[in-house]
Nanobody, 116 residues
Framework: VQLQASGGGAVQPGGSLRLSCAAS????????MGWYRQAPGKQRKLVAT???????NYADSVKGRFTISRGGAKNTVFLQMNSLKPEDTAVYYC???????????WGQGTQVTVSS
């Protein structure tokens, strides 16, 4: 499975961005998908996940501002980010869990910078 993320960029505080991630390859074994982020000098942390049935989970820091969703074919995942704050600045990574191989796949990361 390969993951291709896109949609990052620079935005002012209070702005919005939408991240997209498309999975290719053996997509039939994909279960949950999600987004993680890593700020400079810090560990990678969960932002949001979504199961194949649509159940979602969010980090407390993004609840009410970010929305995760999946495409109809279930091999794409989106992250709508509203009311962005400087502390949201990080490299955002797409993640997919392989139910058959019992392993995680990661995208290449996309930079999100929130600054005035």
């Amino acid at each position: 499975v390969q993951l291709q993320a896109s949609g990052g960029g620079a935005v002012q505080p209070g702005g919005s961005l939408r991240l997209s991630c498309a999975a290719s390859g053996n997509i039939f074994s994909i279960g949950a998908m999600g987004w993680y982020r890593q700020a400079p000098g810090k560990q990678r942390k969960l932002v949001a996940t979504i199961s194949t049935s649509g159940s979602t989970n969010y980090a407390d820091s993004v609840k009410g501002r970010f929305t995760i969703s999946r495409g109809g074919a279930k091999n794409t995942v989106f992250l709508q980010m509203n009311s962005l704050k400087p502390e949201d600045t990080a490299v955002y990574y797409c993640n997919a869990y392989d139910k058959v191989m019992v392993t995680d796949y990661w995208g290449q990361g996309t930079q999100v910078t929130v600054s005035s």
